[in-house]
């Protein structure tokens, strides 16, 4: 392939992000089929931003490490609290070891103290933290830039919900191009293991995730 083609060719790259509760990771599909990228044992990657004193990020699974030591600067489980009210996610706040606060619209916050007294997230901003680590992850795994993605979400996803998470997507560098619903996904996922079978067939997908039933 002529280098023009090759840089188009990757620069049209679209990653596919599986932006999880608990648990996230970012996977291609080539030549070869679909594989996720990253280290052998770093494919995926805990859902959690530990918030430093100085208001730097920590990502992943050193923050996951550290979780029941610094809980009230630990961020897990963002992904209940995008594009909700406080109201509505009132019922996840007793799983959350850091403080939920009431931002403007009724929105829910992050308060985490700091050196320079307090930073307060939009879940948003915290979601798109993991989505950098995972858009880096790619372009070291791939050699070359990453900026367009299909994230997925659960079914149950609202509108606001949906947003929220393209919000994330752009401010971590991201153009999400799609938002796909999870069992979607996995069914498009069996779909392309199978091709080339040829045979129309129904299979059942079951949803079981660390916010999901
Ligand atoms: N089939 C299963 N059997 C037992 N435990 C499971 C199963 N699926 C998931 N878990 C447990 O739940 C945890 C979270 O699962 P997973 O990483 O799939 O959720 P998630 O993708 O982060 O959440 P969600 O998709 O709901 O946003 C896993 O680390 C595992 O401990
Ligand atoms: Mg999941």
Do not use: C, W
Not at 36 to 44: K, R
Not at 137 to 158: I, N, Q
Request: net charge negative; aromatic share 4%; hydrophobic share 40%.
């Amino acid at each position: 392939m002529a280098t023009n083609d090759l840089q188009a060719a990757q620069s049209d790259l679209i990653v596919g992000i599986d932006l999880g509760t608990t648990n996230s990771l970012v996977a291609i599909v080539d030549a070869h089929g679909p594989r996720v990228l990253g280290d052998d044992d770093a494919q995926v990657m805990p859902s959690v931003v530990r918030v430093e004193r100085d208001g730097s990020f920590v990502v992943g699974q050193a923050a996951a490490d550290r979780m029941v030591e610094l809980p009230e600067r630990t961020i897990n489980s963002v992904k209940r609290l995008m594009g909700r009210s406080i109201r509505d996610a009132q019922g996840d706040l007793a799983y959350l070891g850091y403080q939920v606060v009431e931002g403007e619209h009724d929105t829910a916050r992050v308060r985490i103290e700091t050196d320079d007294g307090e930073r307060v997230y939009a879940p948003q901003e915290l979601s798109a933290v993991i989505l950098r680590e995972l858009k880096q992850r790619a372009e070291s795994a791939l050699g070359h830039p990453v900026e367009k993605a299909v994230v997925t979400v659960p079914a149950y996803f609202d509108d606001a919900q949906r947003q929220a998470t393209r919000d994330a997507g752009r401010l971590a560098g991201l153009e999400v191009v799609r938002i796909v619903n999870e069992p979607t996904a996995a069914a498009l996922a069996y779909g392309i293991g199978t091709r080339g079978e040829g045979k129309s067939q129904t299979i059942a997908v079951y949803d079981l995730g660390g916010g999901t039933f």
